[in-house]
């Protein structure tokens, strides 16, 4: 069975290494992006199921990547990474696409749980 691929996107470079690296160790297939820019190129690049986009990036914002990325990639679920706990935050980034909202700082098991239930969700035909 192949690796479900993901994308994670925020401009802190070491927490982008350390997630990486705990979804590698539980079997998924990672790509990295430490801008909005470069999250961009790297989703319409290699297609992954699953985007871990941080709101807050130093070029753009999370939900202008998702805006920008989502035509080209219908299918790829995006969960939105935020430190900042806000209702109608998390309504914006639903409103834009986004079909998760992870709050920082994350637990990496409840975020196993979080990817694989979005995953359920698409392949029942429910893409949210």
Not at 33 to 59: F, M, Q, W
Not at 74 to 102: C, Q, R
């Amino acid at each position: 069975m192949p690796k479900v691929k993901i994308a994670v996107v925020d401009d802190e470079i070491e927490f982008v290494n350390d997630l990486a690296k705990g979804l590698e160790l539980l079997g998924y297939e990672v790509y990295k992006a430490a801008s909005g820019s470069h999250a961009i190129e790297v989703i319409n690049r290699n297609k992954p199921e699953v985007v871990l986009c941080d709101y807050k990036l130093d070029d753009i914002d999370g939900i202008q990547v998702v805006s920008r990325t989502k035509p080209n990639n219908p299918k790829t679920v995006y969960i939105m990474v935020t430190a900042y706990y806000d209702e109608s935050l998390a309504d914006t980034f639903k409103k834009a696409g986004a079909s998760e909202v992870v709050y920082k700082p994350i637990q990496i098991t409840e975020l196993d749980n979080t990817i694989k239930k979005v995953l359920d969700n698409i392949k029942q035909g429910n893409p949210r």
